[in-house]
């Protein structure tokens, strides 16, 4: 591949034609020259006769709409020219929780409180919301964008969208929470940094919720090893007639749910509590209806307060959410995990070792000279095909690419497993949900495993039930893009999901030694 995307170039390619003549075109190069410096003395003439004039200021004044009529030219090739990246850091947030918990009409007054969505386009959707799902869903409407999302209120896809605060800046992941959308919502806690788990203070609802096949625990837990370990827990509808703001039932919420996520693998300082109102929009960017019993922070101030460990200084990771053909230009569609990416890079694309260049780097349509870790970049690329550039694919350094292997040694957290197989052993088959890829696998063997309970170890087990820790190695049904855990955090935890139920989430602890990365 790469040899096709070099070969077309300049230098070697161009003396090839017919008439190339080196000294005429050297003599054509001075001519250039000679020319742009005339030009360049005429302006700096005209600008010293301008300084003298009064209007001199009113002059300078305008020069930025040119370089602003420049800006908006399609061709602007140069690096020089493109942007430079928002220094302020940026966090993918994804919210999650059981359907109808909030989160579409939450990230929908964010939006509108951050100064996204105007008054009219409210209006808008407010009429539209009472002639379809019903009138309290109008900033639902604002995430959910489909037909059919607004006619049955139900996220079915991961809606995107960006707001900013004073220090930082985030992109919204809005997951759909109905049981059957679950690999849907995978996909975008694989790219988030932060989790706000929505719970539905209203009576009956947090119990449904929370409960056996309620999606609450399902998703707190998905988050945790998809790499969400900021989680804000915002215990929404406070304001409903059924909660009227009681701080009793906060506290019982909190309280369950406090235990099951240190459960889970949280810690106290990993997680932040909060109750609020995502229709009224009380405690979201500002106190307004907030009792006094509460003297935490509003949620964008805890969105704020957050920062997350990034190693921007490692070999790039790009774990790839999709390829296709825009315009004729092959893209890829990705979240930076590690290192730096620049236009004129050269890469791999892992586990297939394809080689490719990247021409150029978007951030949300803007053409940059760079991006760090963090950031949600569209890159287009050359020397690959768009079929070459699938999801779950990881696009890397050429220097230090990602191992491509087949089985790993990992320790995973045994959740809950199906009623037709009670127990773990050898030949156990599932799937294995890693950063965007999901892939077959098979148990091959028990090492260890440890009862959380009671803390008794055995080595070399028949077999693992839920409630357990267990040591033991993978085999994929094809070779993936993945890491260790302590190379790369994001890269080494997976999630086992067998008939659309996780039954277990862990991390990858040693690859083989013959991992390919050649």
């Known amino acids: 591949c790469s040899m096709q995307g070099d070969g077309g170039g300049d230098g070697y390619g161009d003396q090839q034609g017919n008439g190339y003549d080196p000294e005429a075109k050297e003599a054509n190069a001075v001519k250039e020259v000679k020319e742009s410096k005339t030009e360049e003395t005429e302006e700096e003439e005209a600008d010293e006769a301008e300084e003298v004039k009064p209007e001199a200021d009113e002059a300078e004044e305008v020069k930025p709409e040119a370089d602003e009529a420049e800006e908006v030219k399609p061709d602007t090739g140069k690096d020089s020219e493109k942007k430079v990246p928002d220094p302020r850091p940026h966090l993918n947030i994804v919210f999650i929780g059981h359907v109808d918990a909030g989160k579409s009409t939450t990230c929908g007054n964010i939006l509108f409180l951050s100064g996204m969505v105007d008054e009219r386009t409210i209006e808008k959707y407010k009429q539209e919301a009472a002639n379809k799902a019903g009138e309290s869903w109008f900033y639902a409407f604002i995430m959910d964008t489909s037909e059919e999302e607004k006619i049955k209120g139900k996220t079915v896809e991961v809606g995107r969208a960006a707001f900013e605060t004073v220090n930082k800046r985030f992109t919204i992941l809005d997951a759909p929470g109905h049981k059957s959308y679950v690999p849907n919502m995978i996909a975008g806690a694989s790219a988030a940094d932060v989790g706000v788990l929505l719970i539905s203070a209203r009576k009956g609802e947090f119990e449904t919720g929370f409960e056996k096949g309620g999606q609450t625990c399902e998703h707190a837990l998905l988050a945790k090893t998809l790499g969400v370990d900021k989680l804000i827990c915002a215990i929404n509808k406070m304001d409903d007639p ?248 994001q890269l080494g935890r997976f999630t086992l999901r067998v008939d659309g139920r996780t039954i277990a989430i862990g991390k990858i602890t040693e690859l083989p030694k013959s991992a390919s990365t050649d």
């Open 242 to 489: 059924t909660v009227e703001w009681d701080e009793k039932r906060y506290n019982e919420i909190y309280k369950k749910l406090s235990t099951f996520l240190k459960k889970s693998g949280y810690k106290e300082d990993q997680m932040i509590f909060l109750p609020m109102s995502g229709l009224m929009g009380d405690n979201i960017k500002e106190r307004k209806g907030t009792p006094a019993w509460f003297t935490g922070p509003t949620l964008l101030d805890a969105l704020d307060g957050i920062n997350v460990a990034r190693k921007a200084d490692g070999a790039v990771r790009i774990p790839m959410m999709e390829g296709y053909k825009d315009m004729g230009a092959v893209t890829a569609i990705g979240k930076v995990e590690q290192g730096t990416i620049k236009p004129g890079m050269k890469c791999l694309v892992m586990p297939t070792n394809n080689k490719c260049t990247v021409t150029s780097v978007f951030i949300n349509d803007v053409d940059m000279q760079f991006a760090t870790c963090g950031e949600n970049v569209t890159l287009k690329m050359s020397g690959i095909s768009d079929e070459e550039l699938k999801k779950g694919y990881v696009l890397c350094s050429d220097k230090s690419p990602i191992p491509a292997v087949t089985k790993f040694k990992a320790t995973i957290h045994l959740i809950e497993l199906g009623p037709d197989r009670p127990v773990m052993t050898s030949g156990y088959v599932a799937v294995m949900h890693a950063h965007t890829t999901s892939e077959e696998c098979e148990i091959l063997k028990l090492y260890e495993t440890m009862v959380i309970q009671t803390k008794k170890k055995e080595k070399n087990p028949q077999f693992a039930r839920p409630d357990s820790v267990v040591v033991c190695s993978i085999k994929l049904a094809r070779p993936t893009a993945v890491d260790t855990f302590e190379s790369s955090k």
